[in-house]
């Protein structure tokens, strides 16, 4: 229970760095999502289902904050943490976690999170989808795998 309760301070704590300070970090308005990576690390270390039922509490928290189209963080949220949830495996979430494969974990995550976020965003917009899926969905993947390399390294150290 107690594991439980710290993964929810973390994701509440994450929640309010990423639409407070993240931000300012931006490269030509494309921010990292810290959110990705947390669903992504949550659904190696827990499992499908827990990271399914991550994405889709933590889409909600961020459209409930910031949503100019309620429930569109729930849905591509939720889709992240159920593909993520693939490459669980109980013997290998230390190999996992501390090498190469989490940051491509969180690109193949981020990117269908970022196409489906898209589809449904641009409807009846004057961008177009390809335009809004490789100028800022693309780009926006490769800052969260930049991002994710942090856990990566940290993980690693801690495993050697």
């Known amino acids: 229970m107690q594991r439980?309760?710290?993964?929810?301070v973390i994701?509440?704590?994450?929640?309010?760095?990423?639409?407070?300070?993240?931000?300012?970090?931006?490269?030509?308005?494309?921010?990292?999502?810290l959110l990705t990576?947390?669903?992504v690390y949550l659904a190696i270390q827990l499992g499908q289902i827990p990271g399914t039922v991550a994405g889709f509490l933590i889409g909600v928290?961020?459209?409930?904050?910031?949503?100019q189209f309620l429930g569109l963080h729930a849905l591509s949220k939720t889709v992240g943490g159920f593909l993520?949830?693939?490459?669980?495996?109980e013997n290998k979430i230390a190999h996992i976690l501390g090498s190469y494969e989490f940051p491509l974990v969180t690109g193949?995550?981020?990117?269908?999170?970022?196409?489906?976020?898209?589809?449904?965003?641009?409807?009846?917009?004057?961008?177009?989808l390809v335009t809004a899926i490789?100028?800022?969905?693309?780009?926006s993947t490769l800052y969260t795998i930049a991002v994710a390399l942090i856990p990566v390294l940290v993980y690693s150290r801690k495993a050697t």
């Open 134 to 139: 490789f100028r800022f969905g693309l780009f």
């Open 61 to 67: 928290a961020l459209d409930l904050v910031g949503g």
């Open 37 to 39: 990576v947390w669903i």
């Open 4 to 8: 439980y309760i710290n993964y929810g």
């Open 108 to 128: 193949i995550t981020s990117f269908v999170h970022n196409i489906i976020y898209f589809i449904i965003l641009v409807q009846g917009g004057n961008i177009s």
């Open 11 to 33: 994701t509440l704590a994450l929640l309010i760095i990423q639409t407070t300070i993240v931000p300012f970090t931006a490269i030509a308005n494309i921010i990292p999502d």
């Open 84 to 89: 993520a949830g693939y490459f669980f495996n």
